[in-house]
Structures are given as C-alpha cells and as structure tokens.
Nanobody, 124 residues
C-alpha cells in the first residue's frame, strides 16, 4: 500500500513557476514508477509527466514538454514536478500516481495509487 500526498499548488500569473511535490509513504517507493496527471473542469484526466522507478527515464506530454520537469528523490520518498512558463491552460487539479513497475507509463489506468490532488491556477 502506498499513500501519496501532493503539495505546492497555488495561484500564479502566466509565465510564472510552481514546484509540486508528492510525498509517498512506505519503504518501497523506489520500486514504483511515478506519474503526474491533471484534470481541468469538464475535461478528462490527462497525462502530464512520468518517471521510472530509478529516475533515469522520463516522459512528457507534448503540451508541457520543454516547460515542465519531473524528478524524484528516492531517499526522501518524493517526486517533484517543476512547472515553468506556466500558461492559463495549465490550470487544473494535479494528481500524482504510483504504479508498481520500473517503467513509467502515460496511461492513467496502469497506476494503482493516487493522491488527493492539488489545485494549480494560472491567471492571464
């Protein structure tokens, strides 16, 4: 069992930055690939970024590539999402998720554990 708690969301102006954190419980965090997803009102949950269990491999959606960076600190049981050059269309609830595999995935259906989400609002 893995419990995930996100933090770091908030209100920021377009062009600004935020850094989201996701703290995981348990001693097997390094065995899980991690992902970030987001959901805006009235829209489907969408993939943002993911990272392998070792942290060596990452993947991003086209909409955030070059602006967002995912990384992890297995010693601290935490995964991060650095978000730069934010746009109003990045406004959403951001969720972190864990899957018990070494490889990451962009498909939300393969993730077993989810956090409660953190709101990110980007004003124009």
């Amino acid at each position: 069992q893995v419990q995930l708690v996100e933090s770091g969301g908030g209100l920021v102006q377009a062009g600004g930055s935020l850094r989201l954190s996701c703290a995981a419980s348990g001693r097997t965090f390094s065995s899980y690939a991690m992902g970030w997803f987001r959901q805006a009102p009235g829209k489907e949950r969408e993939f943002v970024a993911a990272i392998s269990s070792s942290g060596l491999n990452t993947q991003y959606s086209d909409s955030v590539k070059g602006r967002f960076t995912i990384d992890r600190d297995n010693a601290k049981n935490t995964v991060y999402l650095q978000m730069d050059s934010l746009k109003p269309e990045d406004t959403a609830v951001y969720y972190c998720a864990a899957r018990p595999f070494t490889r990451s995935s962009s498909w939300y259906g393969t993730y077993d554990y989810w956090g409660q989400g953190t709101q990110v609002t980007v004003s124009s």
